[in-house]
């Protein structure tokens, strides 16, 4: 993995979706989901939502938004290396972490003393991101969580990707984030991240993440992935040909070029729809997760030289618009980062109507 290196490039500048009948913009009236209509910037619905039919366990039927009217705690984590070699240190992370915490106290009505830093700044050893001390602040995160509670995770420090052995992810990888000492304790993978911060999570509380790292498009293994324009993408279906799957092989054998590629392609996206509904089925949540990743799992994400590029766009898009939709916030962070070549992501646990006004 390449670590988010600085970049020359100028200062950022200041700049409804579903896939099934009954879901994000429905309502449970009388044992039965009926569709509202949708108006823009509208809150969430207070009401338990129904998962689609397919790929979700049976006893996982709804999701619920939350309110975000409960408690408020936050984590913020900045990591510069600035004990390992030069090529691993990096420049804005430690700087990240602090404007995300004022951030959230001076702009999201979160108090002081429920927003934890982790930097490595810190001279006492408990408040330094160690590998030990980041797992211990995540399950403080989320201890005693309960509905309509707001949970604030925020991540700056390198990022990278490993082999996946579970099957669950489309592209073969699971993605990481990388401890103060990561060189001699190792990478946090992005299962530990869910298992430890979305699964103990009650229906109806709200987990926003921020990963300002390279290969952070999934990292927290939210299942619900949406494009620039608030559509959920889609798993692709097996080609129609199938039935000449055994013609294929046979020309692929015989050094047929269009054959081999015809056939490799549908295997890939056999993986790819099999690793899509493992991930619905076990990582999907009936609590309010929601992510917001700096860059693709195939790409880097950009250190500056005082702070990191996706965390100054967050903070600058909803200081200058504070009510914004999750498709409206997602498509300004990607027209921010656009010189810089990484295209931030929007994941969740649920299904989203991407037309609800963002809220934390």
């Known amino acids: 993995m390449s670590p988010r290196r600085p970049s020359s490039h100028p200062s950022i500048p200041s700049l409804p979706a579903r896939s099934y009948k009954a879901g994000a913009d429905d309502r449970f009236v009388g044992g039965f989901c009926l569709p509202v209509q949708q108006s823009p910037r509208r809150l969430p619905p207070v009401d338990r939502q129904l998962f689609p039919p397919l790929h979700v366990p049976a006893a996982l039927s709804y999701y619920q ?19 390992c070699e030069e090529p691993l240190r990096l420049n804005g992370c430690v700087a990240d972490a602090h404007r995300m915490a004022n951030f959230l106290t001076t702009r999201l ?9 982790l930097t490595d700044e810190h001279v006492d050893s408990r408040l330094r991101p160690t590998k030990a001390n980041m797992l211990s602040a995540m399950a403080w995160l989320v ?36 401890p103060l000492d990561f060189l001699t304790h190792g990478d946090i993978v992005d299962d530990d991240i869910h298992n430890i911060m979305v699964k103990p999570l009650p229906p109806g509380c709200r987990l926003t993440s921020i990963f ?22 889609k798993i692709g279906l097996i080609a129609s040909t199938a039935r000449l799957v055994p013609q294929m092989w046979h020309g692929a054998r015989r050094g047929n070029l269009a054959s081999a590629g015809t056939l490799f392609s549908m295997i890939c996206t056999g993986r790819h729809i099999r690793a899509g509904k493992m991930a619905r089925q076990t990582k999907a949540s009936a609590a309010d997760c929601i992510s917001f990743g700096a860059c693709t799992d195939s790409e880097e994400a ?16 909803l200081t200058l618009n504070k009510e914004q939709t999750f498709e409206e916030l997602l498509a ?29």
């Open 143 to 178: 201890h005693g969580a309960r509905t309509n509670d707001s949970l604030f995770f925020h991540y700056a420090g390198h990022g990278n990707q490993i082999r996946d052995v579970d099957g669950e992810e489309e592209d073969g990888q699971d993605e990481t984030i990388q």
């Open 109 to 117: 009505n979160y108090k002081p003393e429920d927003v934890l830093l």
């Open 65 to 83: 938004y939350s309110q975000c009217t409960g408690r408020k705690k936050a984590l913020c984590i900045g990591i510069n290396y600035t004990d």
């Open 302 to 317: 950009m250190d500056l030289q005082d702070d990191g590029a996706m965390s100054s766009a967050f903070i600058a898009s």
């Open 212 to 233: 300002d790292c390279c290969h952070s498009g999934t990292v927290m293994d939210l299942p619900y992935v949406y494009s620039a324009n608030g559509k959920l993408k």
């Open 332 to 360: 300004d962070l990607r027209k921010r980062l656009a010189s810089y070549r990484q295209k931030p992501q929007l994941s969740a646990s649920h299904p989203m109507d991407v037309n609800l006004q963002f809220i934390a």
